[in-house]
């Protein structure tokens, strides 16, 4: 016997007091009796503060804490499951009372759980009532080391795992090293993978990640099935099927299969490859690629509204081994990491009102971030006409769109018409507002503007104004609300009022509208404004706009009709419409170009027998803009610009047949555009750093070793490292040096998506980019073997949970019986007492 | 109040018997006497106090009874508490920086233990409660326990570790999953968890709802937060070079809790303190400050000891151990003609002490030829083919040579063949119309567009083919020549950088390069030895020189893979900066002190000895 403390033992001090009344009792009674009664008075008082110092004895037991761990994941087929639970609960029914256990779910994370509940869960679930967060991953090492928690001591401990053996969280040797470790058993009982027939592509492994301009790579690529089936193997690149290899699929195997990918395109280049199998259960699972980083000739985009027009210029320069990709309006990539895929893009005929902000602004970091090259060509859809203006493309051009006007541009009168009703509240009457104080401030000194605001009824924010005194039309603007029905008439027609009696050459107005206005003879209105010289254009904001209404009003009006969900390209919208109501940014003279730099990118290029260009767009240059050449009248006519890591030249004259069709035979045409584009495309040297990418948990660490030329490893580089999320979201990563040459930098994997990382040696000039895509969650890839621990583990036979349990060392408490031990000496004392 | 064990309560059926023994009348005594008057008025006054009789016989019954009563309701483990039934995890943080020593000599394990021991016997141990050591990962020592010796026994089993706290493996034990939110009932069921920790970690307001008690006080250290050793390239003395012309590139980083900057000397030694081959005398600032670069010379493969020469509160971050590799030579074999001479020559040449290449006439990784019919021979899973001549599956067709030198372009010069050398000024004498296979990558050309060296594959085999005639070029006596070879060599077999030499503690290496399943054998520097069969080893979790056997798993010819040495040391600078204001104690109330159950267990005894007393001063009974 043992006992957990001796210190209530100080109590037996009180026996003093019975040992004293005993010594002198006046009991008359026999001393062999009285002495006895004594004697077990005493002892029942020993008894019970021996029971105080919570004795115990050390024994072994059979009895057993068995926690039942059941796979519930996506892999296991659901019936296997159910039969699993069946099982488990007969498991638990055969246990007798000094046996425990617990049953915990795992998927996605371990629920404790009652089988009767988990029964319920699974029967929806299996109506297609799916928890897809929780089944979305086979947590097993995280499930394994949660078990403990529940594990009492003094009783043998038993895990029973009932899994397809494929955790998704890492290797399972050290959960189950650690549970052996604590005396805990383990027991495997293997389930049926998913039933349906199923395959997947498991990886996609290139021979090389880095290649070279028609190199073949060879790609190994494994696919799992659960069936022995044919199937077809896709290689995608770009969105194109390159090739299609049929296959057999065999089960429960490893397939891997070889292709050789050519490497026509330079950057990196996503290779995807898709399996189509006869039958299949999941489709997220079906592709898998990886990215090939191809080193070779410059690749460069260029969106062009109409993209036949610039047929010759990509026929020149790829004389020149530059490739030159064209796309229409809608062609620009929409994210960070489709740009990346381009050493520089040419915006040759975009308005600003077909790209989104996030498009603006990621081409912006393109350039100053990632190094990459922008052009923009000239064109009524270019500059301040497209609608550039205050936009985060200007931002990264040589040039602004702010002009000095002709002498003879005649004056303009414009009215803006804006709707504040209640549907207009919040970002987008503040937009509203922005894009009406942008107006203002593109126009002339000799222009005028007015703007009226309604909603059920107009409100005239500030009569016909000189622009300038821009400033009190723009605080006017800024006092505009939001609230009210929608009648617009009234307003179109005190506009017309205005516009009528206003002395300008040029009287436009433009309406801004997000909803359904009250009837009114709109038609007839811009019927007669038309008549009288005047122009309206008009702006539907948001699906509820009446866009037959707003469509009719420009037709008739002869102005323009815009269309946007979009109301932060109202803006925008505006700016473009106010220099182009104005006509006057484009000046269609034929000129000869004018060289006044010296860079040398104009080296070899006698522009003295240069034939004339047609026209272009009126701009101004940013101070720090290198100016190249200048038409005959001083405007900027070819000028560079560095921002941030890369560069950016404006060429405000075109290279399509409407302004540049001489040029298009020149000689040297497209050399003088080789070398235009060869200064500004992006020059990531990125040699001397390699780096290799490790998952750690729920992190990715990156290993980055640094060499110079000679391959002598770099200490204490400059490093400077940007994330930037597929949201647009950007991070700064600390890097920091661990050994010779060596370097580590961290980041949490992203939960969905990817994200591009920046890595810059600022001091070497060196960039490297890299691209994380996180592949379809790994619960599906449906590997062939399950982990190598769980296949080794020791199963579950028969029906008798407990077989083979060695028994538990435990501590039985003997406090009960001592303190009943000591009421019977004490009933005993009295009995003796009373005989 | 609740009962934990109303069954107990069952018991108190033993009022009835004792009830019944009440009810036996005392037999009375027989005394002979001769004075019977006496005896007679004596009864007459007796007789006068049968009522106080019956009473003293119910008193004595009262107080038995209520010995009794409080007895069987300790039985039932009666319990105050006023709702929450949560065991209770104490975990007791085991990381490299609880090995500090604190102001009374003792390390803050040593407290964190003395705490933990406190905080037990204090408890009223009505929940149960479990030990459990956390640093990169949690480990109990007892399970869900109510046995106070037990979990004592078990806070002793702790033991230091060098492993960085990771409150990963906290989050993940405590880690429940599930899209619903918890309910009361389910947040009640949730045990509480104690941790007793130094606060050397960066995320401990990660922790949610781990209670945390501080341990220890910041104090002055210096420690060793990465280490490492390079190979650099010899410089070179031609016949003369010895081992002493290795040298090493010595990168270590090094954090101070100091508040002035401390002089310190860094010693590097090989294998052993004794043998100090650099002394280095730093100046480290407070916090974490910079690297520190030095060369040394006379380092080559072995085993290395970095030691600080500073008493500080933690000794043991004071030493780190790394392993520089022998690097394994790539197998060359050369197949020429009388060129033999000058291929061997060059292969030699970064053979000896540089082992990056060795000569070998079978099993080659890569075979050197000149002007020789490939088809001949034992293939090789690379080749450098000079001139080439016959039949091959690296070119499509083969031409005349060319007797005419040409300008040489180099149209790739980044490429990995040609970024150590100018090729600009080499003459390709003897270049033959050459026709590269599909997918071949051209690295130089003439001015005629013939490919003078490209790089191709043909199945699972690649190639370099170097399109000249070395002779006629006299490209033998080039500088350029050893340092093309070199770089074509290391491009074809894709050699492996160094990695680090000195692995931070918790470290798992994988058992092959091929990273595939295998048996392995780890040997700790304690003399411990694990096995195992999986892709990564166990962690390594001291700091010191492991050895690791694994199966090779991975190409023919890795004998030298199986059987490694690895060095173990550092620390993360929260580890060694030992510094802990940002922590603050966040545990709640525990209850403690005596259960009630004990006290009536106490009130019992000195009842029943109330009892015993007067009842021997004839008051009752």
Redesign the interface.
């Known amino acids: 016997m043992?006992?957990?403390?001796l210190q209530?033992l100080w109590?037996l001090i009180?026996?003093v007091?019975?040992a004293?009344?005993?010594a002198?009792?006046?009991?008359?009674?026999?001393p062999a009796l009285r002495a006895a009664a004594?004697a077990l008075?005493c002892a029942?008082?020993v008894l019970?503060?021996l029971?105080?110092c919570?004795p115990?004895m050390r024994r072994q037991t059979s009895d057993a804490h068995i926690v039942f761990l059941l796979d519930v994941s996506e892999s296991v087929d659901l019936q296997a499951a159910r039969d699993a639970l069946d099982r488990i609960r007969r498991h638990t029914e055969a246990l007798d009372d000094g046996n425990s256990w617990s049953l915990l779910?795992?998927?996605?994370?371990?629920?404790?759980v009652a089988p009767n509940a988990l029964a319920a869960e699974m029967e929806r679930w299996s109506k297609g009532i799916a928890?897809d967060?929780?089944r979305s991953a086979s947590?097993l090492c995280?499930a394994l080391?949660?078990a403990?928690?529940?594990?009492?001591?003094?009783k043998a401990?038993r895990v029973v795992l009932y899994s397809d053996g494929r955790p998704t969280d890492g290797?399972l040797?050290?959960s189950v090293?650690?549970l052996r470790?604590?005396g805990i058993d383990i027991r495997a009982v293997p389930l049926a993978g998913l039933a349906v027939p199923e395959a997947s592509v498991v990886s996609v492994d290139p021979s090389a990640t880095t290649?070279?301009m028609?190199?073949?790579v060879?790609l190994d690529v494994t696919v799992s099935s659960n069936r022995d089936m044919p199937a077809v193997l896709r290689l995608v690149h770009r969105g194109v099927v390159e090739r299609e290899i049929p296959v057999e699929l065999r089960a429960d195997r490893e397939n891997v299969f070889r292709c050789?990918a050519?490497m026509s395109t330079a950057g990196a280049n996503l290779w995807q490859v898709e399996v189509v199998a006869e039958k299949d259960h999941f489709p997220v699972n079906n592709a898998a690629g990886c990215t090939i980083n191809v080193?070779g000739r410059a690749r460069v985009l260029a969106v062009h509204r109409k993209p036949r027009r610039l047929r010759d210029l990509k026929r020149a320069l790829s004389k020149q081994h530059i490739e030159l990709e064209v796309r229409g309006e809608h062609g620009l990539p929409r994210s960070l990491p489709g740009l990346l895929q381009f050493d520089a893009i040419i915006l040759a005929d975009v308005p600003a009102t077909t790209l989104t902000t996030r498009q603006m602004l990621a081409v912006q970091s393109y350039v100053t971030d990632f190094g990459g090259g922008l052009v923009m060509l000239g064109s009524e859809n270019s500059f301040g006409l497209g609608g550039y203006y205050k936009t985060p493309i200007e931002e990264v051009l040589p040039i602004v769109s702010r002009y000095e006007k002709e002498k003879q541009r005649p004056s303009l009168a414009m009215v803006l018409v804006i709707d504040k009703s209640g549907s207009m509240s919040g970002v987008p009457i503040q937009l509203a507002r922005q894009a009406a104080r942008a107006a203002v401030e593109l126009l002339s000194p000799r222009d005028q503007i007015a703007v009226i605001a309604f909603d059920g009824q107009p409100l005239v924010v500030c009569e016909m104004t000189p622009a300038t005194d821009a400033g009190s039309v723009q605080a006017a603007i800024d006092r505009i609300g939001s609230g009210g029905g929608t009648n617009m008439y009234p307003a179109m027609r005190q506009g017309n009022e205005m516009l009528r009696t206003a002395n300008a050459r040029i009287r436009h107005m433009i309406v801004l509208s997000d909803g359904q206005s009250m009837p009114g003879p709109f038609q007839q209105l811009a019927g007669q404004m038309a008549d009288e010289s005047m122009t309206v254009s008009t702006v539907a904001l948001g699906a509820g706009a009446d866009r037959g209404l707003m469509q009719a009003i420009a037709r008739i009006g002869r102005g323009r009709y815009y269309e946007t969900l979009d109301a932060a390209t109202v803006p925008r919208i505006f700016t473009k419409e106010t220099v182009e109501a104005s006509r006057s940014a484009i000046r269609e003279t034929p000129f000869t170009p004018v060289r006044i730099g010296s860079a040398d990118l104009l080296e070899g290029i006698d522009f003295g027998v240069a034939p004339y260009l047609l026209g272009y767009v009126m701009t101004r240059a940013k101070p720090t803009a290198r100016m190249q050449l200048i038409t005959e009248n001083g405007d900027p006519l070819l000028a560079l610009g560095r921002y941030g890591l890369g560069n950016a030249a404006a060429f405000t004259s075109d290279a399509s047949d409407r302004w540049a069709g001489e040029w298009l035979h020149w000689r040297g045409f497209g050399k003088l555009w080789a070398q235009i584009l060869r200064a500004v495309v992006r020059k990531a040297d990125e040699?001397g750093i390699?780096v290799r990418c490790a998952r750690e948990?729920?992190q990715l660490r990156y290993i980055i070793?640094r060499r110079d030329?000679?391959?002598?490893?770099v200490?204490?580089a400059d490093w400077s490292a940007m994330r930037l999320d597929d949201d647009g979201h950007v991070t700064t990563l600390p890097v920091r040096?661990?050994?010779?040459?060596?370097y580590e930098m961290r980041t949490n994997r992203p939960t969905g998506g990817g994200f591009t990382l920046r890595l810059r040696d600022a001091a070497a000039d060196k960039l490297k980019v890299l691209h994380y895509r996180r592949g379809y969650p790994a619960e599906y890839r449906l590997a062939a073997r399950p982990d190598?621990?769980f296949a080794?583990l020791p199963r579950l036979q028969g029906d008798d949970v407990l077989a083979e349990l060695s028994p538990a060392d435990t501590?039985r408490?003997l406090?009960?019986p001592l303190?009943?031990a000591?009421?019977a000496c004490?009933?005993a004392g009295?009995?003796l007492?009373?005989? | 109040m609740t009962l934990l064990a109303p069954g107990m309560l069952w018991w108190l059926a033993l009022l009835v018997p004792l009830a019944a023994l009440y009810l036996l009348k005392v037999r009375p005594r027989r005394q002979h006497t001769t004075a019977w008057f006496l005896w007679d008025l004596a009864l007459e006054e007796r007789r006068s106090s049968v009522l106080l009789r019956r009473l003293r016989d119910a008193l004595s019954l009262l107080l038995m009874a209520l010995v009794v009563v409080a007895v069987v309701l300790a039985l039932a483990r009666p319990s105050f508490s006023t709702g929450e039934q949560r065991d209770l995890i104490l975990l007791v943080d085991n990381s490299a920086s609880m090995s500090a020593n604190t102001a009374s000599g003792h390390s803050r394990l040593d407290e964190a233990r003395r705490t933990a021991a406190k905080i037990l016997r204090g408890l009223d141990m009505t929940h149960r409660a479990s030990v459990a050591s956390v640093a990169d990962g949690v480990r109990f020592r007892v399970h869900l326990s109510d046995n106070r010796r037990e979990l004592l026994e078990g806070l002793e089993d702790i033991t230091p570790t060098d492993l960085p706290m990771s409150t990963d493996a906290v989050r993940e034990l405590l880690a429940s999953g599930g899209a619903e939110p918890e309910g009361a009932e389910e947040a009640a069921k949730r045990p509480r968890v104690i941790l007793l920790t130094d606060g050397c970690f960066a995320d401990h307001h990660t922790l949610g709802d781990v209670e945390l008690i501080r341990i220890g006080e910041p104090a002055a250290n210096i420690g060793i937060v990465t280490f490492d050793l390079f190979p650099l390239p010899v410089a070179s003395n031609g016949a003369n070079d010895t081992a002493d012309t290795h040298r090493l590139g010595l990168y270590f980083h090094l954090a101070s809790s100091h508040d002035t900057p401390v002089d310190v000397d860094v010693l590097l030694c090989r294998n052993s303190r004794d043998d100090v081959i650099k002394v280095c005398p730093v100046t480290v600032g407070p916090g974490l400050g910079q690297p520190e670069l030095f060369t040394v010379t006379g380092g080559g493969p072995g085993r290395y000891v970095l030691a600080l020469d500073v008493d500080d509160a933690l000794p043991e971050d004071n030493r780190a151990f790394a392993v520089v590799p022998r690097r394994r030579p790539v197998r060359i074999a050369v197949r020429s003609g009388v060129e033999t001479f000058f291929l061997a020559r060059c292969v030699e040449a970064f053979g000896s002490d540089l082992a990056d290449m060795q000569l070998t006439r079978n099993r080659a990784e890569v075979v050197l030829s000149c002007g020789q019919d490939i088809s001949d021979g034992e293939e090789a899973p690379a080749e450098i083919i000079f001139r080439p001549s016959g039949t091959s599956p690296f070119w499509t067709s083969l031409g005349e040579a060319d007797a005419s030198a040409d300008v040489t372009r180099v149209v790739l010069s980044e490429h990995p063949a040609v970024r150590y050398c100018d090729l600009s000024n080499v003459t390709f004498s003897g270049a033959r119309r050459i026709e590269p296979p599909p997918g071949a990558v051209v690295i130089a050309t003439n001015a005629r567009g013939v490919p003078l060296l490209y790089r191709c594959s043909a199945g699972d085999r690649s190639a370099y083919v170097v399109n000249l005639d070395p002779v006629a070029s006299e490209f033998f006596l080039s500088a350029w020549f050893p340092v093309l070879v070199h770089s074509m060599v290391n491009d074809l077999t894709g050699r492996p950088l160094v990695g680090r030499t000195c692995l931070p503690p918790g470290t798992r290496m994988a058992v092959n390069a091929a990273g595939r399943a295998a048996a392995w054998t780890l040997t700790a520097p304690d003399g411990s030895v694990r096995k195992g069969q999986s892709t990564m080893t166990a962690p390594l979790s001291q700091r010191g020189f492991y050895r690791l056997h694994a199966d090779a798993g991975a190409a023919a010819g890795s004998a030298a893979r199986q059987q490694r040495s690895l060095g173990v040391g550092g620390s993360p600078p929260a580890e060694v900066l030992l510094n802990n204001d940002g922590l603050a104690d966040s545990a709640g109330a525990l209850r403690r002190g005596s259960t009630p159950g004990q006290w009536l267990l106490i009130a019992a005894v000195l009842l029943a000895c109330v009892e015993a007393g007067l009842y021997h001063r004839r008051k009752l009974g």
């Open positions: 043992e006992f957990v403390t209530p109590w009180v026996l007091v019975p004293a009344a005993f002198w009792s006046l009991v008359q009674r026999r004594f008075r029942g008082i019970v503060m029971a105080m919570r115990f779910a795992v998927g996605a994370g371990r629920r404790a928890d967060a929780f947590r995280e080391g949660g403990r928690l529940g594990v009492p001591s003094g401990a290797a040797s050290e090293a650690a470790g604590e290649a070279h028609g190199q073949r060879r050789d050519p080193k040699s390699c948990g729920r070793r030329e000679a391959g002598r490893p200490n204490t040096q661990i050994g010779w040459g060596l190598a621990t080794k501590r408490s406090r009960t303190l009943l000591g009421i004490w009933l009295i009995f007492r009373r005989v």
